[in-house]
T-cell receptor, first 110, second 114 residues
Framework: GQQLNQSPQSMFIQEGEDVSMNCTSS?????WLWYKQDPGEGPVLLIA?????ELTSNGRLTAQFGITRKDSFLNISASIPSDVGIYFC??????????FGQGTTLQVKP | DADVTQTPRNRITKTGKRIMLECSQT?????MYWYRQDPGLGLRLIYY???????NKGEISDGYSVSRQAQAKFSLSLESAIPNQTALYFC?????????????FGPGTRLLVL
């Protein structure tokens, strides 16, 4: 079945630093989504990407849908303590089902 | 009020017990999903339903069953709970217009099977 590899698995950074994480797939996706999960809560959508090559920003977050349709990255600029959480990529093909990456746990040191 | 609610939020049960997790939504979405989350494994799809009369198995349906009682309600049952079903369970919904859509998640149910 389809699989997503998300990296890095975890990051511990200093406040103010930029962060980059990515996902790669063994197969093509039509949609890439990036979610954030705060402790004790469900994932919340950050950015949705629907077109190969698309680059989309949401405040300090920027995500891109790879040209090959098999990868996506998420950048966070000038990190702040409330960026702490688990970030998930998710891809969807033609079935309507989302396939999730394993998650990147981000910790920010003030 | 939250758009997607899950009950209970936390549950401790014993091996062999039957347990039901419930999900309700006020978003008016047709599609509903159940996932489990385990550390280092992300979210894995258990069952999903694209409308009231539709039930589909996901990636890890063994040991689980579901019921779509209404458009707004989708419950997950563990007929005979076992310890490796200890996990965080999430319900999600989506509109049902496009093939691949944004999903909206509930707050989760933390289940411990002793």
């Amino acid at each position: 079945g389809q699989q997503l590899n998300q990296s890095p698995q975890s990051m511990f950074i200093q406040e103010g630093e930029d962060v980059s994480m990515n996902c790669t797939s063994s197969s093509i996706f039509n949609t890439w989504l990036w979610y954030k999960q705060d402790p004790g809560e469900g994932p919340v959508l950050l950015i949705a990407l629907y077109k190969a090559g698309e680059l989309t920003s949401n405040g300090r977050l920027t995500a891109q849908f790879g040209i090959t349709r098999k990868d996506s990255f998420l950048n966070i600029s000038a990190s702040i303590p409330s960026d702490v959480g688990i970030y998930f990529c998710a891809g969807a093909g033609n079935t309507g089902k989302l396939i999730f990456g394993q998650g990147t746990t981000l910790q920010v040191k003030p | 009020d939250a758009d997607v609610t899950q009950t209970p939020r936390n549950r401790i049960t014993k091996t062999g017990k039957r347990i039901m997790l419930e999900c309700s939504q006020t978003k008016g979405h047709d599609r509903m999903y159940w996932y489990r989350q385990d550390p280092g494994l992300g979210l894995r799809l258990i069952y999903y339903s694209f409308d009231v009369k539709d039930i589909n198995k996901g990636e890890i349906s063994d040991g689980y069953s579901v019921s779509r009682q209404a458009q707004a309600k989708f419950s997950l049952s563990l007929e005979s709970a076992i310890p490796n079903q200890t996990a965080l369970y999430f319900c999600a919904t989506s509109v049902g217009i496009a093939v691949a859509e944004t999903q909206y998640f509930g707050p989760g149910t933390r289940l411990l099977v002793l």
